[in-house]
């Protein structure tokens, strides 16, 4: 209603202010009520519309009757995106800067402009904005020399995610030969247990007659008595 | 013993041959000559008879039921008709030596013996390599030992590309996925499903390779690992036309970390006309968003 009125009101006034170009001024200062309100009013549907998305949010989980999983998850996109595309109507809030910054005198302090048209710059102005734009420089390049160094180590650490994969991969490979080899040599040691046993055994045998050692001291004395023999018959 | 192997043979042979004085052949006595005389024929670079000495030997231990050193002898047997180029010869062989080895139980030796054939028949027979490359990865797969037939699946897939059968080199690399998922290789299985991709990608055959995009995406792991995020990438930017991505996609690490030979193929991507694919693809995509738009 207040908008409806706002809006007739430049329309008849406007033919009679557009003449003098001092009242041009007000004239835009006119539009400008009327895009505040219009602004306002979009700005209220659209936080009605935020709450609206929250509940579509909920029902969308839930699951319906003959809706195969593809639709659901389509419906939970555009439900996702649907709050982005509304925030995306321009309400005026980033409209407005701009056209603030032509008003001389109530500059709004919320959006900052660089622009250098505004003419209240002094001297000082400028020195600060070439040791400024020196900072800037220097930052923007020891981020880009970060961002190299940063690829260099992800390249390296992607080869090493790789090695490490494959080692996990080919000792878990081994893993059961090893368990093989390890019965193998158990029953190889066993064996080779046995047969020593069985093999001190037969050779104990052989000694404990003790003639064993007895035999072979004679036979050592008998061969010396005969080449002792042989050299004096000789 | 070093009498002439000649002399050895006909002795082994006259032991083994039946006739009215001899009533039952003596087996063991004539594989011990048949085994001097096949070393004797080898030594001498006489490898037609050494081989012919090597399989007298093979059934003589067979015949004794000694099933390992019978394989033994015909994997020799093998070895020598490789130096003589006979192919048919080693094909027959290795296999015969690998049925042996099957019927004493071991399976790995079994796979070796097909591995071995179809490593010396690359060049000369590839389609048997290939055959003996096959029969190998089933008898690992039949004992449950299918970490060990990684390298068979590497090495055929490699004689397919070779033989540029791109269809059946990936299907090989699928079925090489398969035998990874079984004993949870999650990378290998990763890796072996990219290889498919980009097989399929080198074919030119770009649906393929999004069926089998999306046939490995059932696998929610594969959809966040590396090389899941690197297939859709290369996926998006052939959709796009995006030659400058492609090539970029190419020299990635993931893709080097694959096999060297799909590292080839990967990075002579992208072959043949990639805006007709976008055509393709742009066609494709209209449809689904009509459906989708909710006004």
């Known amino acids: ?234 | 013993m070093g009498s002439d192997p000649e002399k050895l043979i006909i002795k082994a042979d006259k032991l083994t041959k039946l006739s009215l004085t001899r009533w039952s052949a003596d087996w063991r006595g004539a594989t011990l000559l048949y085994e001097q005389a096949a070393v004797g024929f080898r030594l001498a670079k006489d490898y037609e008879k050494a081989k012919v000495a090597f399989e007298k030997a093979s059934k003589g231990q067979e015949m004794l039921s000694s099933q390992w050193d019978a394989a033994k002898h015909m994997e020799s047997a093998a070895a020598l008709a490789k130096e003589l180029n006979n192919w048919g010869e080693v094909a027959d062989f290795y296999r015969r030596a690998s049925e042996l080895y099957t019927e004493c139980g071991r399976s790995q030796p079994a796979s070796d013996a097909l591995a071995k054939g179809a490593r010396a028949l690359e060049d000369a027979a590839p389609d048997e390599a290939i055959q003996l490359y096959t029969d190998a990865c089933t008898i690992l797969e039949e004992d449950g030992k299918e970490h060990m037939a990684f390298d068979l699946y590497r090495a055929a897939t490699s004689v397919y590309i070779k033989l540029e059968k791109y269809a059946d080199a990936a299907t090989f690399l699928l079925r090489w996925g398969l035998a990874a998922d079984k004993c949870k290789a999650t990378h290998s299985q990763f890796k072996a499903y990219l290889s498919a991709i980009v097989v399929y990608l080198y074919a030119h055959d770009f649906k393929e390779a999004e069926k089998c995009y999306n046939d490995c995406s059932q696998i929610d792991a594969f959809l966040s690992s590396d090389q899941g995020r690197c297939a859709s990438k290369l996926l998006s930017a052939y959709a796009d036309g995006d030659i400058e991505e492609i090539k970029r996609v190419a020299q990635s690490s993931t893709i080097s970390n694959l096999d060297h030979m799909i590292i080839r193929l990967a990075r002579k991507l992208p072959t043949g006309d990639v805006s007709a694919m976008k055509a393709n693809a742009g066609n494709e995509q209209e449809e689904p968003l009509d459906e989708d738009d909710l006004t």
């Open chain 1, 1 to 234: 209603m207040s908008t409806s009125s706002a809006i007739s009101m430049p329309m008849v006034t406007m033919p009679l202010l557009a003449s003098t170009p001092a009242s041009k001024l007000t004239l835009n200062r006119l539009f400008m009520a009327a895009a505040v309100a219009l602004n306002a009013e979009i700005r209220r549907t659209k936080a009605r519309l935020l709450e609206e998305v929250v509940k579509l949010q909920k029902l969308v989980l839930k699951k319906v009757k003959g809706l195969t999983k593809e639709e659901l998850s389509i419906r939970n996109d555009l439900v996702l995106a649907l709050p982005e595309r509304i925030r995306a109507i321009p309400d005026g809030s980033m409209a407005g800067a701009k056209q603030t910054a032509n008003w001389a005198a109530s500059a709004s302090h919320k959006n900052i402009m660089f622009d250098s048209s505004d003419g209240n710059f002094d001297s000082e102005f400028f020195q600060q904005s070439e040791e400024s734009s020196q900072f800037r420089q220097e930052y923007e390049m020891r981020r880009m020399k970060q961002d190299q160094g940063l690829d260099v180590i992800s390249e390296g650490l992607d080869t090493l995610k790789n090695l490490a994969n494959d080692m996990n991969e080919e000792l878990d490979r081994q893993v059961p030969l090893i368990d093989e080899i390890d019965t193998k040599v158990d029953k190889a040691t066993s064996d080779i247990k046995n047969t020593n046993v069985r093999l001190k055994e037969t050779v104990t045998k052989m000694r404990s007659s003790q003639n064993f050692c007895i035999d072979i001291i004679l036979l050592c004395v008998i061969l010396g008595i005969a080449s002792y023999l042989y050299n004096v018959l000789k």
